[in-house]
């Protein structure tokens, strides 16, 4: 059975950083982050493929926000600094075939790691 399991998610001031893993029983060619917001529909964070390390954004995020891979541990990582408010949301980690945005695109998922930033 495939699992991922997030971790590092917090209460944090705004401008301030956390560091989120990911670590999975299995990976496919590539991992992204998504987040979820009340009332809101889950959206892209951020993605990385697994060989080359090529990796895509969401404009909300980018120059803040930071994906990487270990792939001896089978961890994932989102550095997140100069936290915002509006970044408050469940993030969630998830694996599939393809390089996309589309959280339909991928198969597994973990159980999520809130996220607060406080003004």
């Known amino acids: 059975q495939v699992q991922l399991v997030e971790s590092g998610g917090g209460l944090v001031q705004a401008g301030g950083s956390l560091r989120l893993s990911c670590v999975a029983s299995?990976?496919?060619?590539?991992m992204g982050w998504f987040r979820q917001a009340p009332g809101k529909e889950r959206e892209f964070v951020a993605v990385?493929?697994?060989?080359?390390?090529?990796?895509y954004y969401a404009d909300s995020v980018k120059g803040r926000f930071t994906i990487s891979r270990d792939n001896a541990k089978n961890t994932m990582y989102l550095q997140m600094n100069n936290l915002k408010p509006e970044d408050t949301a469940v993030y969630y980690c998830?694996?599939?075939?393809?390089?996309?945005?589309?959280?339909?695109?991928?198969?597994?998922w973990g159980q999520g790691t809130q996220v607060t930033v406080s003004s």
């Open positions: 299995f990976s496919y060619y590539v």
């Open positions: 998830a694996t599939g075939p393809r390089f996309e945005k589309r959280p339909q695109a991928y198969d597994y």
């Open positions: 990385i493929t697994r060989r080359d390390d090529n990796t």
